[in-house]
């Protein structure tokens, strides 16, 4: 029996046209929003994607091919794209107001959030659109909205950024010793040992990373790489042999690079939403008993266990 095809909002879109993609905030949401953006791009290679960031993270997009343009969140940016269709990735105010400001005659967002009435293209929640009672992963919750606007379900692709291999006169591990909140931090002195363990034994100068206000006194005796534009952090990661920290956008951003990643949770379920995404090699840990309670003996064993 021939069955009706169901009209989707991707089919009321004319070859050629201009979509917009709100993705504010944070740095790992913007990695783990890649892999929609490619399926978007692999269904509809006519269209334009504008991604609206801010700046900040603006290097996330840079070089990616689905991507046509990089937009900054002002109103007047959105609004001269003109967007045939724009998709809310983030569903705070500033993004809704955004949307809204793009005067896309087609505006998608997920139903669940605060506002929602603004879209005339609301996204059920992924569990309905991939037909699963699980915990989802936001990678699997950012895809679902791309096949409930009309791309073909399929597999979903590994995170991708793009960025050019630095020249290497040794091989390092990046070290991310801060994170965005106490519960996601881990003890400096386990961070300490394993820069040791990875010197030592594993022969990489250890090297790390944070923004410009994070202490680095215990580790003044590595080298370090403060405060650094990302597209410079994004290169210094590409040419990484590991990548050892917190759960946090940078852990994210090397995993997408393809760098074997070991990282550290502060909540057990934070391990299954923002597990790094189809890793070449990669160690999760974490603890009921919160982040403190993993040993430095637990992160030298999830080094020694990757290639």
């Known amino acids: 029996m021939r069955t009706s095809h169901k009209r989707t909002a991707l089919d009321q879109v004319m070859p050629g046209a201009r979509i917009a993609v709100v993705r504010l905030r944070s740095l790992g949401d913007c ?26 993270f603006a290097a996330v997009f840079e ?12 109103y007047e940016s959105i609004l001269r794209w003109r967007p045939a269709l724009c998709v809310n990735f983030h569903g705070g105010t500033r993004s809704m107001l955004l949307t809204l400001a793009s005067l896309a005659p087609q505006r998608a967002g997920f139903a669940h959030h605060r506002g929602s009435a603004i879209y005339n293209v609301p996204v059920p ?24 606007l ?45 820069a040791e363990h990875v010197e030592q034994v594993r022969g990489l100068e250890p090297v ?25 952090v994004k290169s210094l990661l590409a040419g ?26 502060g909540r057990m379920e934070h391990r299954v939403i923002w597990a790094p995404w189809k890793p070449v090699a990669a160690r999760a840990l974490a603890s009921p008993a919160g982040i403190g309670a993993i040993t430095t003996e637990d992160v030298i064993a999830a080094i020694e266990e990757l290639p």
């Open 208 to 232: 790390f990373i944070g923004a410009a206000g994070d202490s680095f006194e215990p580790f003044s005796r590595c080298r370090v790489v403060a405060g650094a534009p990302l597209g410079d």
């Open 150 to 194: 009309g791309v073909p379900q399929t597999e979903i692709p590994r995170a991708g950024l793009f960025a050019e291999q630095p020249v290497v006169s040794r091989p390092y591990a990046v070290i991310h010793a801060a994170a965005a909140a106490s519960y996601k931090t881990w003890h400096p002195e386990g961070f300490q040992a394993v």
């Open 31 to 56: 990695v783990l929003t890649t892999p929609a953006l490619e399926l978007l791009k692999r269904f509809r290679p006519d269209l334009e994607i504008g991604v609206v960031v801010e700046p900040r």
């Open 125 to 148: 929640r992924a569990q309905e659109i991939l037909d699963v009672e699980r915990t989802v992963h936001t990678a699997e919750h950012l895809a679902s909205a791309m096949f409930h």
């Open 240 to 265: 990484a042999s590991l990548f050892i920290g917190n759960d946090s956008g940078p852990a994210h951003m090397a995993c997408a690079l393809g760098v074997p990643v070991v990282v550290l949770f």
């Open 63 to 74: 070089e990616n091919p689905a991507v046509s343009a990089i937009l900054d969140p002002g």
